[in-house]
């Protein structure tokens, strides 16, 4: 990779962390990570890079503020912390009209003190992560399948369910993928504005069972997966004694029901969620 590549590479990888950025404060960065003064970068050079990058579309500019303002085209994946969810083999989109409101995921177990935020903790075979959307979002919608290389998949979804419709794909076999309208995948949910889920198997192979589940006990459950190993892990929260005494409801295909958070659900052994907020 020559120097100018390499130069190009580094804007669109810290656009992609900061989302937008003006064209000064790019530079800036830029030379930091090379470990060069700003003057080394000529302004030629640097405005001839990014003109280069815009007209590959590779880089949107925005000029309506009075200032060059630079940011990553969108296409519904750069999501802030997108990539861990893509070393675990799953897939995000998200739709800009939801992702403008506040969306982001999180490694691991996070800190849920925002009343302003609903939150999505995944289990993919005992690999924590969380998704938080701001409630400026709702009401919205969570498409959960596994992964596929259908072409068109998430716009075959958004015109079945709604252009406000989060598709989160993954990579487990028994979680149901997209097959025409028959069945359009796993489950979706529904964040209301009433602050309720609306929660609809979509005639699913392996079904989806749900509990409904207290403020303390989420507290537990989150914790152990915070602290505990993964052996523990893989028996605590859908095996854990006090889950045992409540009753575990396997949703009716098509048949949706609303229930307020917390909530659990289970897709399958690997595939596990918590909702709450």
């Not at 000529?42 to 009075?66: A, F, M, T």
């Not at 994946?77 to 403008?100: A, D, F, M």
């Not at 982001?104 to 996070?110: L, Y």
């Not at 602050?195 to 699913?204: A, K, P």
């Amino acid at each position: 990779m020559g120097i100018k590549d390499k130069k190009q590479q580094m804007i669109k990888e810290i656009l992609e962390r900061a989302g937008a950025l003006d064209s000064a404060a790019i530079k800036e960065r830029v030379c930091a990570r090379l470990g060069i003064d700003v003057e080394s970068y000529p302004k030629p050079s640097y405005l001839r890079h990014l003109k280069e990058l815009v007209d590959d579309n590779e880089i949107i500019l925005d000029s309506s503020s009075g200032k060059n303002i630079y940011s990553l085209g969108y296409d519904g994946s750069n999501v802030i912390g997108h990539k861990y969810l893509e070393q675990l083999g799953g897939r995000i989109h998200v739709p800009q009209i939801v992702n403008t409101a506040g969306v982001k995921i999180v490694h691991g177990i996070r800190e849920f003190d925002n009343q302003d935020e609903v939150f999505i903790v995944c289990d993919i075979k005992d690999n924590f992560f969380t998704i938080s959307v701001h409630r400026d979002a709702f009401p919205f919608h969570v498409h959960l399948s596994r992964i596929q290389e259908e072409k068109d998949k998430v716009e075959k979804i958004t015109s079945l369910h709604g252009k406000r419709t989060i598709v989160l794909e993954t990579p487990i076999p028994r979680v149901s993928g997209y097959n025409g309208e028959e069945r359009s995948g796993h489950l979706i949910l529904t964040f209301l504005s009433t602050g309720g889920v609306e929660v609809r198997d979509l005639n699913s192979s392996n079904g989806t069972i749900l509990q409904a589940i207290d403020s303390s006990m989420t507290e537990s459950i989150l914790s152990q997966a915070a602290i505990l190993s993964k052996a523990t892990i893989q028996t605590s929260w859908m095996n854990k004694s006090e889950t045992k005494e409540r009753e575990w409801v396997k949703l009716a295909p098509n048949d949706p029901k609303v229930f307020s958070l917390p909530v659990a659900l289970s897709c399958s052994n690997d595939m596990r969620l918590i909702l709450f907020g």
